[in-house]
């Protein structure tokens, strides 16, 4: 990790952020209406100047972005195969041409990670090379903690 960055822990997951980026958290009560299962769920945002990662944990699994997508907003869509850092995962997305929307979802063990890069600005946000090359970073980052516990840092 470099001098300009810092680590973030999501659940079991790692990611390494540039310095210049705002990290916050929304917890989302459970409604009554849930029935039997009351949970409160926990929304990420890292802030990157004219764009925006959400994230969230998740037990689903890698093949539910697909049905997701399907059902929310296309139709039969591709969600190629990834793998960073030995953890398994799917993506789908691309840079505009209206809009800035990438999915991400890795899963390793029982959690998954679900990340999603927004632009801000609708409906036309064109990135920059160095802005893409710092999203990529990002990703190329992720690690899952019991593969490394070696770099966890001693707790307080």
């Not at 917890?27 to 890292?46: D, E, F, K, M, N």
């Not at 869509?77 to 999915?103: C, F, L």
């Not at 899952?144 to 707790?155: A, G, N, Q, T």
Request: some cysteine.
């Amino acid at each position: 990790m470099g001098e300009g960055q810092f680590r973030v822990d999501l659940g079991p997951y790692w990611l390494t952020l540039p310095r210049n980026a705002e990290v916050s958290a929304e917890v989302s009560r459970p409604s009554s209406s849930l029935g039997t299962y009351q949970i409160a769920l926990t929304h990420w945002i890292v802030q990157l100047g004219r764009f925006q990662f959400f994230a969230h944990l998740s037990t689903k699994e890698l093949s539910e972005l697909k049905s997701f997508i399907d059902y929310t907003t296309k139709s039969d869509v591709i969600t190629p195969s990834i793998t960073v850092n030995g953890v398994q995962g799917v993506t789908h997305g691309d840079y505009g041409p209206n809009r800035t929307w990438i999915d991400w979802w890795f899963k390793k063990g029982d959690v998954a990670l679900c990340l999603c890069l927004q632009s801000k600005a609708f409906p036309v946000t064109i990135p920059a090379e160095a802005e893409i090359a710092e999203h990529k970073a990002i990703i190329a980052s992720i690690k899952y903690s019991k593969d490394f516990p070696h770099e966890r840092p001693p707790h307080n």
